[in-house]
């Protein structure tokens, strides 16, 4: 699954894929070194446009939303919440890879595809 990553140099887009993400690439356009992908929020893109069609992920700011974070007893990030039909069906804090979150939205999903 590429990431598209913008090149700190020049602004440039470049796609890089899945399999890449953790590795030092080049910019297509100004061939300077592209820094492996360290946000997390690349793992959640990914995923998301992993499950288009089967699921939506969601990232939640808890300090903007303090009333989310209680109302599901989230003490700490990062937590994962699966919901299916409207309730949980599974919760996790701590970091969880990208693997783990597809099988558990798998296992959620009311219709198997
Ligand atoms: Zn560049």
Redesign the pocket.
């Known amino acids: 699954m590429p990431v598209i990553h913008a090149?700190t140099?020049?602004?440039?887009k470049n796609r890089i894929p899945g399999k890449y993400l953790a590795s030092t690439g080049r910019?297509g356009?100004?061939k300077?070194p592209l820094p492996p992908i360290a946000e997390p929020i690349a793992a959640d893109e990914a995923l998301a446009a992993d499950m288009a069609g089967k699921a939506v992920v969601l990232k939640v700011d808890t300090e903007k939303y303090p009333q989310l974070a209680a109302r599901f007893n989230v003490r700490g990030i990062p937590n994962f919440v699966v919901f299916s039909g409207g309730r949980v069906v599974m919760q996790q804090p701590g970091v969880v890879n990208h693997a783990q979150m597809e099988q558990w939205l798998k296992s959620a999903a009311p219709v198997s595809v």
């Open positions: 090149c140099h020049c602004g440039q910019c356009a100004c300077s």
